[in-house]
């Protein structure tokens, strides 16, 4: 992977270029980087053009400025994709990163050729009653980050990933994540239920593992009833960031949805 830095932004991306073929963007989950899809970049990088960003205050992309927040992301993102002349793209989000997918889409549905999230919710229509409990748990989270690294990391470890291989390299990630990171994910309400959710002219995939939370998995399934004609797809030997922990199962499941635009769940 080539590293480049989004000039005017503290954004650092990376691309995998295959000539004649079609790009695909990875938006990691938080705490970690763009280094989660390993797994992915190993598996396509001779089959498709790949565009990996580390997220606002994740992995390189911390020399923030005055007023940067992570409701820029979309932007930025949009701003790398006119500077490498790419007209669209399929889009595969993880928990965080599903969420920032989901606002790419939201204001700009034109770049968009197929979008993927998994370990999310609908953002366009998320039950404040849960919101409110997904809010309680991140203060939790926070909480012990600023007693200690590496005791936030370890708990966190085992709630994002399922299989002892994906909690230790998870682990390792989020041991990089700088505390004053924190402030860049405040604003993240900001992008929920804030937009409706118009008509989609490119296909839908969500899902999550079978070990994740029972929040999550309600929550999709409460997208699916909202969005009926999406594709889902539930790993039976995943939690959290299903990409790690069954990368064979999440390659194949995507590489379906490309080709086809849907997946059997």
Not at 203 to 217: K, S, T, V
Request: with cysteine.
């Amino acid at each position: 992977m080539q590293e480049y830095r989004l000039e005017e932004s503290p954004v650092v991306y990376y691309t995998s270029r295959k000539e004649n073929a079609e790009w695909v963007l990875f938006i990691h989950a938080a705490f970690v980087n763009h280094n989660m899809f390993q797994p992915q970049i190993a598996c396509f990088q001779d089959k498709y053009n790949l565009l990996m960003v580390d997220i606002l205050g994740h992995g390189k992309s911390t020399r923030a400025r005055k007023g940067d927040s992570i409701r820029k992301m979309s932007g930025w993102i949009r701003e790398i994709l006119n500077t490498e002349k790419i007209q669209k793209i399929h889009i595969v989000g993880i928990s965080l990163g599903a969420v920032l997918a989901q606002d790419f889409a939201n204001r700009y549905p034109e770049a968009v050729q197929s979008l993927a999230c998994f370990g999310g919710y609908d953002i366009n229509n998320f039950d404040v009653k849960m919101q409110r409990e997904n809010g309680a748990s991140q203060m939790l989270m926070m909480l012990k980050a600023f007693f200690s690294v590496k005791w936030f990391a370890r708990s966190n470890k085992k709630i994002s990933a399922y299989t002892l291989q994906a909690q230790e390299a998870f682990y390792q990630m989020n041991l990089q994540f700088p505390k004053k990171s924190f402030r860049y994910l405040a604003s993240l309400n900001s992008m929920v239920n804030t937009r409706q959710t118009g008509p989609r002219n490119y296909p839908l995939l969500i899902g999550c593992g079978r070990h994740d939370i029972p929040m999550e998995l309600w929550a999709v399934e409460m997208w699916k009833k909202n969005e009926p004609e999406c594709s889902v797809v539930v790993f039976e030997g995943a939690g959290h960031c299903v990409n790690m922990d069954t990368p064979d199962e999440f390659n194949a499941a995507m590489e379906e949805f490309w080709l086809h635009g849907n997946c059997k769940g």
